[in-house]
């Protein structure tokens, strides 16, 4: 069974940092793209930041870049999302997503167009909140 399971959401001030963890348990992620997104009331889910677990390579969107970084630890089974100079804009409920590679034309692809549905992707975390506010 594959599970998906974020930690690292807190209540954080402007210009603060948090990293977040997304623990996968249930297979390997050398053949999956790993995505986070993150979503605000009222808004749209977005992409944040995506990473092939095959070769790393990684994207962060514009308003990510500069300030986020996706990274994985292999022995773990675990992607973190390193997230400095936080802005209250930045406060929303973020997930990560796996899909098999064969799926996404690219990790650029998968953070720039998210799908419209959590269950369009093969697995999908129950979400960490991060609150950026004074």
């Known amino acids: 069974q594959v599970q998906l399971v974020e930690s690292g959401g807190d209540l954080v001030q402007p210009g603060g940092s948090l990293r977040l963890s997304c623990r996968v348990s249930g297979l390997t992620l050398d053949y999956y793209a790993i995505g986070w997104f993150r979503q605000a009331p009222g808004k749209e889910r977005e992409g944040v930041s995506c990473?092939?677990?095959?070769?790393?390579?990684?994207y962060e969107v514009d308003s990510a870049k500069g300030r986020f970084t996706i990274s994985r630890d292999n022995a773990k089974n675990t992607v973190y999302l390193q997230m400095n100079n936080l802005k209250p804009e930045d406060t929303a409920a973020y997930y990560c997503?796996?899909?098999?590679?064969?799926?996404?034309?690219?990790?650029?692809?998968?953070?720039?167009?998210?799908?419209?549905?959590?269950?369009?992707?093969?697995?999908w975390g129950q979400g960490t909140q991060v609150t950026v506010s004074s």
């Open positions: 990473m092939s677990g095959y070769d790393g390579t990684s």
């Open positions: 997503a796996v899909d098999r590679l064969i799926r996404i034309t690219s990790v650029q692809t998968m953070c720039d167009a998210p799908r419209k549905e959590a269950n369009d992707y093969d697995w």
